[in-house]
């Protein structure tokens, strides 16, 4: 069983949009029979903003003379389409994703989180893969606000494996996207699970790379090449 992680697939973004159809057209050629796909974030560059709503709100803005163009493309179906529908099918159904910080452009209706919690029930949420593996998403990013929700989640699966997603980097540029308290608060957490997590899984950092950080397994999939994790 492997796991392969699709990192900003970003839709709108050249450069991002190019490597996703190189990684899609090699996933092709690899995955197998029970493998999964996780999709952390950044699914969309402007956070597909076409619903009249917004178009409405940025003519608004624009009779008051304020600043802040917005792209109305509808980045989310071209990611259904050329992303999310050929993945499910791949993957016979196992495709897992969240949103990023691009994702939430759009205003005031943000389709791309719509469209999360349409598949998932949540912005945040968990998955029993199977009888064994558990999947933790916590969306953007871990908070606060998902204090309690991690802490739960982990104490109903402490005798599971554990896989955590979410969209931000914990080291490296851009890292500072979330605070050095809540990144403290987060390793607190964890901690008395090292031996359950199997790897966390994130983009937002355009590069493909696998870090130990604090005895645990942190994947990017968001650069140039594809990257997985396999259970044996």
């Known amino acids: ?35 999964v796909l ?3 974030g950044d699914l969309t560059n402007d956070g597909s ?7 409405a ?19 989310l179906s071209i990611f259904i389409k050329n992303v999310y529908n050929p993945m499910y099918k791949l993957f016979d159904g196992q495709v897992f994703i969240c949103h ?18 349409k598949k998932h029930g949540a912005t945040y949420y968990t998955k029993q893969l199977n009888n ?13 606000n998902r204090k309690l929700f991690l802490e739960n989640s982990l104490k109903l699966n402490k005798d599971k494996q554990i896989i955590i997603m979410q969209h931000y980097n914990f080291i490296g540029p851009y890292s500072d996207f979330w605070s050095n308290k809540d990144k403290q608060i987060f390793f607190n957490i964890i901690e008395d699970y090292k031996k359950n997590i199997l790897f966390i899984a994130h983009g937002h950092l355009h590069i493909t790379s696998s870090d130990k950080i604090n ?3 942190f994947i990017n999939g968001a650069g140039d ?8």
């Open 1 to 35: 069983m492997r796991f392969y992680i699709l990192g900003d697939t970003q839709i709108n973004n050249v450069e991002q949009e190019l490597r996703t159809q190189k990684k899609i057209l090699d996933l092709h050629k690899v995955v197998q029979k029970g493998d």
């Open 38 to 40: 996780l999709i952390p």
């Open 132 to 144: 064994n593996i558990t999947l933790i998403c916590l969306g953007k990013t871990f908070n606060k």
């Open 100 to 117: 990023g910080n691009h994702d939430e452009i759009a205003y005031p209706i943000k389709p791309v989180l719509n469209f999360v919690r």
């Open 225 to 232: 090449s594809n990257i997985s994790f396999e259970i044996v």
């Open 49 to 55: 903003n076409t619903h009249f709503i917004n178009k």
């Open 57 to 75: 709100f940025e003519k608004l803005k624009s009779c008051f003379n304020l600043s802040n163009v917005t792209n109305f493309d509808d980045q």
């Open 215 to 217: 005895g645990f397994t």
